[in-house]
């Protein structure tokens, strides 16, 4: 867990440098609203003809670049892919281009909770864990266009112990070929849960087999993507990655918390994915993808840790009825997992489907299905887990919930669980009651 502070009162001074900066690009961007631009066109009075209007124009480009030839020499010019010719500016600051403004919103998650165990099995870091009220996260979101050739993007994640840089990175905007890179600390591409925030999930916890695979925070790191959007007939995408392999809740399959140093290219974690997407209809959609990750893990020289996911995102929405509200979606995800350990291979499963239907446009309902069976040695025999010495038979749980916008910047959710823990005498019970409030600028989640 990448902290920045854990002290209450650090959280509080960055939070009101926000509202500060803020402030202030509110205030010069209305000052540049009552200043007239020095290099608009005036306003053409409705007499004119499209023929003088014409001249006008020519005119005053003509002079805009004999301006610009017989400035200063050192003076700096504008990109010329900089859309009016305007300068750079600080984002959201003294802007007019249109291309710089700075998006930023706050997601805040909040949970009742009861739980019928003392030890709730709960592996998600946004999960509610406790009996009692939780603060699953309050969640800083912050982008932005930098320059024709860079987005800047960061979400920055306050609990009550401290501040998380949970995402920071660049992205490239111009790259030929249809390429595109980025870099920085991210969630990686596997799979569809993995590279999503809690207040895109359609259920308040996350599926223990993303917690169990990869840790509370899923998989995420410091690194670089490269992705390239193919020129098929369809829509492909293939995407591969090298991040960091360590951290304790981002890497558990991997290095985790040993505290094991990048010695080598092999010492990081390398992921590759494809995506692909398939119209079947005007109403319904269907997204289809394969991701695979290798890396150490910190049992012995060279032993490895290899993941195989695939998953598939059915959606059906009858946009040819304009007054339809409804939207039914099902996801469904698996991984396989195989971990190379002092003379031996061990091998599990974990998997999830669930389903969703958006019934009315305030009110859906969802159920979800998850499974994990316990590691099994090369020859098939049960074994010792090190990750999960208590992990000795399968596991399963299901989850019902229904859920309530009163706008779309607030929503509140109802959720209740049976967890069929194979090595406990008796089933777990949990409820949840989850109210989510978004102010600010948040831009649109992948398909």
Known sequence: MSTVSRRPHGALIFVTSIVTLLSSSALAQEADAGTPDAGAAPEAPAELSPEELEEIQKALGSDAQEAQQNAPAGTASAPQSSPGGSGLSLPGIGNTSGTNFLDLSFI??????????????????????????NLQQLELSIGSVVDPYFRFDSNIVFSQFGV???????????LPYNLQVRAGQFLTRFGRINPTHPHAWDFVDQPFAASRIFGGEGNRGLGTELSWLTPLPWYVELIGSLTDASGEATARSFLGSSGDRVLSPLDLQALGAVKQFFPLTDDLSLMWGLSAATGPNPTGYRNRTDIFGTDIYLRYRPITDGGNPTLITFTAEGYYRRRQVPDDVL????????????????WATALRYELGTPARGENGAEVTDPLDPDWTEDRQRISANVTFWPTEFSRLRLQGATDRVGWRESPDYSVFLALELVTGAHGAHAF
């Open 108 to 133: 805040l998650d909040v949970a009742a909770a009861g739980f019928s165990s003392k030890e709730p099995l709960q592996g998600g870091a946004h999960d509610p864990t406790r009996n009692g009220f």
């Open 347 to 362: 091998t599990d499963f974990n998997t999830y489907a669930q389903a969703a239907w958006r019934f009315d446009q305030r």
């Open 164 to 174: 998380e840089i949970e995402e920071a990175y660049g992205t490239t905007l111009a």
